[in-house]
């Protein structure tokens, strides 16, 4: 669990240096402290666990392999869940566990998830777009679930601590003494996401698109059609899904938070020095260089930056600090959208660094590789309530129990 409730703040860390930075050292936190009121910064690292153990009734942090849904119900429309450049299906990135503590009882629990698309070619074209950070070019989608202690999915119990097996936890879900995760929703056995598309021989599988149905019947579906059951490829792997870990957090101390910045800002004077050698040079063409090349040195000193900070813990692959600051990996100016449901801001919740690339084996020969510098979610400040219902066009009404977020990222320089 990512989450410090908000009630209980012990330290103010500011995490970014990469527009506002301090010389003062260790002085400067206590000025900070009239400034910026957030939880503890947490690190996420990837670790192995068996796939039975990252299900959705043990609310688990995790990267990869099939979502495990809070919400067993309304989840998330196929449209919502395809490439806005390629159309293909995303896959499932990872789902932090982040309740907001005793102030909402409506936010018991609390979940977020992360998707993404597989394809290289989505990031270079994205990275190279003038609106590369607008919702509409970016190749991650995030979501918010939440919901009270007492909620429809979940006994009030907390869950035993017992480590089941695959097939002791098949049979719990088959009897009904845990909720199975395709209880409510019918789930496409190659991603786990929402699957509205009815396999026409047995009636029983469901796909979220053409091409997971086509996929699935070459792996195992053309053998096994009329004995289909969701539940008997739960656990299972396949081409699609990203390599399943756990995600553990540790709090990150604040004497390595110093010290990272510390060492940004004395890398800061080795950096600048080269961008002030065109300042008397007065053609229009050398100028106009100039300002490129400033550019460029500032992008390269702030990715400077971020991989010293990484040394820090080299492994850590989120950085959490809901209501904190980001590490701004580029000197690119965005504006946050505001909640569309509620008007409220939204704020810094976490963000994914490139070292989680290494855990999902996504290099490719042909064609480019997915790539990034970090990846920034922002949430809804009031974590505004869920469900709730809709009136369509058409006059019928649906029920949202996942709402979308924001999300943007930053290419390597």
């Not at 500011?14 to 936190?29: D, P």
């Not at 566990?97 to 290289?120: A, I, N, Q, T």
């Amino acid at each position: 669990m990512f989450a410090v409730p908000t009630t209980k703040l012990a330290n103010v860390i500011y995490s970014s240096v990469c527009h506002q930075s301090y010389a003062g050292g260790k002085e400067c936190w206590s000025e900070l402290n009239d400034y910026f009121f957030m939880s503890q910064l947490h690190y996420g690292f990837a670790e192995p666990a068996p796939a039975c153990t990252l299900v959705s009734h043990l609310f688990p942090d995790k990267i990869g392999g099939r979502p495990a849904w809070l919400a067993l119900d309304h989840l998330p429309d196929e449209a919502q869940l395809v490439c806005c450049s390629c159309s293909q299906p995303m896959a499932f990135l990872l789902q932090l566990y982040s309740p907001l503590g005793d102030d909402r009882e409506d936010c018991f629990h609390r979940m977020l998830f992360v998707f993404m698309c597989k394809s290289g070619r989505c990031f270079f074209n994205s990275a190279s777009s003038s609106e590369s950070f607008a919702p509409s070019s970016v190749p991650f989608r995030v979501f918010r679930s939440q919901m009270a202690k007492s909620n429809p999915y979940y006994s009030l119990t907390p869950p035993d601590e017992k480590q089941f097996t695959p097939e002791e936890m098949l049979d719990a879900f088959r009897s009904g003494a845990l909720p199975a995760p395709n209880r409510l929703t019918p789930l496409c056995p190659i991603c786990g996401c929402r699957g509205t598309k009815i396999c026409a021989n047995c009636k029983k599988a469901s796909y979220c698109s053409r091409s997971h149905q086509l996929l699935h019947w070459k792996l195992c579906h053309k053998r096994h059609c009329p004995n289909y059951d969701y539940l008997d490829e739960m656990f299972s792997t396949n081409p699609f899904l990203l390599p399943e870990f756990a995600l553990v957090s540790e709090a990150a101390a604040e004497s390595d938070i110093v010290n990272s910045h510390t060492q940004s800002d004395d890398d800061s004077s080795d950096t600048e020095a080269p961008a002030q050698t065109l300042t008397s040079v007065d053609s229009a063409e050398f100028a106009a260089l100039e300002t490129i090349s400033r550019k460029e040195t500032k992008e390269e000193l702030i990715f400077s930056q971020f991989r010293q900070v990484m040394k820090v813990e080299p492994d850590q692959v989120i950085r959490f600090q809901r209501g904190g600051e980001p590490f701004w990996v580029s000197t690119t100016q965005r504006t946050i959208p505001s909640c569309e449901v509620c008007g409220g801001k939204r704020i810094f919740e976490f963000q994914i660094t490139p070292q989680i690339l290494s855990h999902l084996k996504l290099d490719c020969v042909k064609e480019p590789s997915p790539d990034f510098a970090t990846v920034y979610v922002f949430t809804c400040e009031n974590s505004c309530s869920l469900p709730r219902t809709v009136q369509a066009a058409d006059g019928r009404t649906r029920t949202i129990e996942y709402q979308e977020e924001f999300v943007a990222y930053d290419p390597v320089p």
